[in-house]
Each structure stands twice: as C-alpha cells, then as structure tokens.
C-alpha cells in the first residue's frame, strides 16, 4: 500500500503537516468528497486535497468540452477520461492556479490514489530529514564513528 506525508497545512484540520497517508489506487473514478493524492510531472511533491467536483470527458460533449455526472455510485459505464477538481480543505479557493500549464482540472492519470487511513504526526521523520539534510548527515556521522570505535575497541582488547 502506498504511502505519503502531508506537507503542508492546506488540508487542516482534516490532515496535519506530518500526517503519514495510506493510499489506495484500486477504483477506476475519482468520487467528490474523496481525497486523490497528485502528482503532476516535474512536480517535487504530490499534492493532496478533496474532490470537489468531477467531470468525464465524452464522445459528445458540449462546447466547454466538459461535462458534469454525478459519480456516487461509481459507474462510468461508457464514459471515459476522467477531470478532478480539488480544493484543500483549509483553502478558500479550488486548486485551478496551483495546476499546471494553465490546467482546469487534474486528470485521473495524474492521481497516485485516494487517502484510505493516516496515522498522525509519524511523518515528521521525513520532513526533518528532508527539510534538513544536515541532520541526516549528521546522523551517518555518528552511526559512522560509533562503528569506529566500537571496532578499534574490539581490536585492542584482542
């Protein structure tokens, strides 16, 4: 199962900066309420925030080149390529600006999965680790030098 760290507080207080997310990537279509994990390509992190609307890209679709189904029951039948519209939940605005390339939508080829569990404030490891790769290095340091010396000891004992 997939997992990922929240980052950021845009999805406060459903999710805190920290939260480790498991994700699932199992079901064809992305329902509003739902929570999809983004990536978009070139991105350094996934994004993660709520459906709040979604749309199928059909044969005959009218001049906007969307148009609005309801997904409740997670039936696509014939329809076919799937946009997302997502807000954080501790934003005010969708997420349109933060899309690439002038983007309205998130396509379902760009969801990794949909949050199925978090288990709180465990991913603060990697955002340390990320945010401060000093301490990493730090941390390798002293791994290093305790395997040193432990080794020098074992050496003069003999």
């Known amino acids: 199962m997939p997992v990922t760290v929240v980052t950021s507080h845009s999805m406060t207080p459903t999710f805190e900066r920290g939260d480790i ?4 990537n199992r079901d064809p279509a992305i329902h509003v309420g739902e929570i999809p994990v983004i990536w978009f390509p070139g991105s350094p ?21 969307y148009k609005a189904v309801l997904t409740t029951s997670g039936d696509v039948g014939s329809l076919s390529r799937q946009r997302i519209l997502t807000k954080g939940d501790g934003n005010m605005a969708d997420d349109t600006l933060l899309y690439p390339q002038s983007q309205k939508f998130v396509s379902r080829e760009e969801v990794l999965g949909v949050v199925r569990g978090s288990l709180p404030l465990l991913g603060w490891v990697s955002i ?9 290095n730090l941390g390798t340091g002293l791994v290093v030098a305790l395997l040193l010396l432990g080794y020098t000891r074992r050496t003069s004992l003999s």
């Open 128 to 136: 340390v680790f990320t945010q401060y790769p000093w301490i990493s």
């Open 45 to 65: 992190l996934p994004m993660v925030h709520r459906a709040i609307k979604v749309f199928f890209d059909e044969d005959n679709v009218s001049s906007s080149g």
């Open 21 to 24: 997310l498991f994700l699932w």
